[in-house]
């Protein structure tokens, strides 16, 4: 049984202020709570990546099996990058009446000065959603912007996760490097760090088959 989550001020769940990975993860522990649900193999990409370790290091109980996409327990990126990203989304203008192809066209096309990777521009356009005529983005973008810088880094924890944890990363994407292993290594004792040729950040995206493939291979016998 797979369960996919929308975190708060993403997709369908709720818009909060407050955008915290100790709030994701309790968010996760809620849910996990409600449906009964005692042990999981937990799964996330990026900052879901990064929600995911930190639920396995506050309550290893919950978690038999950790898999983080491309997504190290260090800081992330200059937070400028996606500063910018943030604030070409909030500067894109539609016209209301625009069906939704040519809504995202154009949204495509006032993204790209500042998000010039067509992967990345797609992938932010599944935001893109209709609401009573006008196009608007899910995402909820004033609390991701008011919390860049702690999105970008990570809680500190002194004891490991003490579970099998596989660290999956694209060959193109500069999010876990050499300089991440000590950390990784600290954290994670049993980690297992593995890259999928040809994959940027969006490994899921880049390369489905050889990323489900991968992760198969790393879940126990049924």
């Known amino acids: 049984q797979v369960l996919t989550v ?17 709030a994701m993860s309790l968010d996760v522990q809620h849910l996990l709570a409600r449906l009964g649900i005692t042990k999981c193999v937990l799964l996330g990409h990026s900052m879901g990546g990064k929600t995911a370790m930190a639920l396995a290091l506050q309550r290893p ?24 990203y943030v604030s070409a989304m909030k500067s894109v203008k539609i016209p209301e009446g ?20 067509a992967e990345l ?9 209709e609401v009573e005529g006008h196009h608007v983005w899910r995402v909820n973008l004033e609390a991701i912007s008011h919390h860049l810088s702690d999105i970008m880094n990570f809680p500190v924890f ?14 193109n994407s500069p999010y876990i490097s050499p300089k991440d292993y000590p950390e990784i290594r600290r ?18 995206q ?17």
């Open 121 to 129: 521009r797609q992938f932010l356009l599944t935001n893109l959603v």
């Open 158 to 171: 002194h004891k490991p996760y003490p579970g099998p944890t596989l660290f999956l990363g694209g060959s």
């Open 187 to 204: 954290l994670f004792p049993k980690a297992d760090i593995q890259f999928i040729e040809g994959a940027g950040h969006i490994v899921h």
């Open 6 to 22: 929308d975190a708060r001020n993403h997709g369908s769940s709720p818009h909060s202020p407050l955008m915290s990975y100790e």
């Open 98 to 117: 625009l069906p939704r192809s040519a809504a995202r066209r154009l949204a495509n096309e006032q993204l790209r000065p500042v998000v010039q990777l």
């Open 61 to 84: 109980d919950l978690v038999e099996r950790l898999i983080s996409v491309d997504i190290s327990p260090s800081t992330t990126a200059a937070v400028s990058e996606f500063s910018a």
């Open 206 to 222: 880049d390369k489905f088959e050889e990323f489900v493939t991968a992760v198969l291979n790393f879940l126990p016998p049924p």
